[in-house]
């Protein structure tokens, strides 16, 4: 999967090269479940491309086929969650701390309405590893996931 994410993040690089950038900046606040920016957060775009910053730790690219309209989109993901309160059982073992890291690459489609208003939705697909740790020891679980997104955002 490492590999697939690798090729994913060079297709995005050279599509930098060949396209004309827009000076304007846009932001579009984001609310909902989403890879790319958790479950609020914000994308920072200029012309097709965009940089998201979400709770709990998102960080990811995207390129939209089209600006400001509605678009078909694609992206990388990566996020990181910390949870030093964990209080429960895994695997019949107590664990009072848990970590979750994840990256990814997905499409999907939104519809943007001229008041700002947006709506985005799309599948991911995705490594992870989560650790559940105590004092004597730490127990490791990874696999792939896929991921969908719906979110609601603003842009302005």
Known sequence: MGKVFGV??????????AEEVSSDFSFNGKLGVSPYTGLLGVEIQKGKWSLGLGVPGNLSIKRYMHANEDSVFYGVYWSQYKDNSYD?????AYFDSYERKSYGVGAGYIWLWESGWNVSTGLSVGEFE???????????????????????????
């Open 130 to 156: 989560k650790q559940y740790s105590n004092s004597n020891f730490t127990l490791t679980e990874d696999g792939i996931r896929i991921d969908l997104e719906l979110s609601v955002g603003y842009k302005f």
């Open 8 to 17: 994913a993040l060079c297709l995005l690089a050279v599509n930098v090269y």
């Open 88 to 92: 429960d059982y895994e695997q019949g």
